[in-house]
């Protein structure tokens, strides 16, 4: 069976401005019909990365008030942590072992982790994920896919292990293929004329090459550049032969999205054809909605969006 449920990533905004605190994020997770929640520790963890056992005892509470399911603790390795330097692999370790225990006290049964933490490392954590019966999913994110070479490190590690214990996460963002309107936004704020927007990302589609659309449309600004150069890096024809790969080994999914139109529909990621390879593949676990629109355009109301994300995700599966 496929659950939906949330990163509470998604109420950024809300919960910087102070419009939401933990709880009510939680609430409103709940309200939006999401089963369980994901939470990223550095964010909203207090004493992140070592609450105190009442705060640990407190969130077991709010979850059970608003029955919402414990689903990931979302980990962060801060690797710069310590001036002029890198965490060396024991460090990387101590903290993701730290993680592990924390988040076995908070009832989750899965961490989020980062690539910083190499397949060596990875392998060497085995043993301690068992012990506390927590797995350890990788977020293969953008820029990454499935076929960059660490990626290939980290499947051979899967295959040779065959452990439940660790896995991948993938995130949703490295299948964008069309700017979605909170990108047209930025392409506006760089300064680009609006009228120019839809124009030159129909030459864009059309395979129109970087340099000869930065000279057609008389792009010379270093800021307006960056943004075309942004965008001829991150959409591109969807590659969904890597999902096929990914579910065997997938802890749960990323359900990354950035604009929901009023349609219930999502113009940049391709979840109609995500949600059919997640089907007849046999995948069964949960996608976490993770609404990122608020970096390109805060003024999006991210409950909205997510209550679009949910009908949508309903409806196709």
């Known amino acids: 069976m496929i659950e939906m449920s949330v990163s509470l990533y998604s109420f950024s905004m809300k919960f910087f401005d102070r419009s939401y605190n933990l709880e009510q994020c939680i609430k409103k997770a709940h309200e939006l019909g999401f089963k369980g929640i994901e939470i990223v520790a550095a964010q909203m963890i207090e004493n992140y990365p070592y609450p105190t056992q009442e705060w640990c005892q407190w969130f077991c509470e709010i979850l059970k008030k608003y029955d919402m399911q414990p689903l990931s603790y979302s980990a962060y390795i801060d690797m710069g942590q310590n001036t002029g330097r890198d965490l060396t692999e024991e460090e990387i370790m101590q903290c993701t072992m730290n993680d592990i225990i924390y988040a076995n006290r ?144 997938s802890k749960y999914i990323h359900g990354k999205f950035y604009y929901i139109d009023e ?18 593949e046999g995948f069964k676990g949960h996608i976490a909605a993770e609404y990122e629109g608020h970096f390109s355009d805060g003024t999006i109301d991210c409950t909205e969006q997510l209550g679009r994300f949910s009908n949508m995700m309903q409806r196709l599966l």
Not at 266 to 280: A, E, F, L, M, T
């Open 106 to 249: 908070m009832g989750f049964s899965i961490v989020r982790t980062q690539h910083a933490i190499s397949p060596k490392i990875l392998r060497k954590l085995i043993p301690f994920a068992e012990k506390w019966n927590v797995s350890v999913g990788v977020e293969l994110h953008a820029p990454h896919s499935w076929k960059t070479e660490v990626w290939q490190e980290y499947a051979q590690l899967f295959k040779e292990e065959g452990s439940d214990y660790i896995g991948v996460v993938p995130d949703m963002g490295i299948f964008q293929e069309h700017p979605h309107r909170p990108f047209q936004t930025v392409m506006v704020e760089s300064g680009i004329i609006r009228q120019n927007v839809e124009k030159i990302i129909s030459d864009f589609e059309k395979g129109m090459t970087k340099k000869d659309l930065l000279v057609k449309y008389h792009i010379e600004d270093i800021k307006q550049a960056g943004v075309i150069n942004t965008m001829y890096e991150t959409f591109r024809k969807a590659n969904l032969e890597d999902l096929k790969n990914m579910i065997p080994y």
């Open 263 to 280: 349609q219930g529909q999502d113009s940049c990621i391709p979840y109609d054809r995500i949600v059919n390879i997640i089907k007849n």
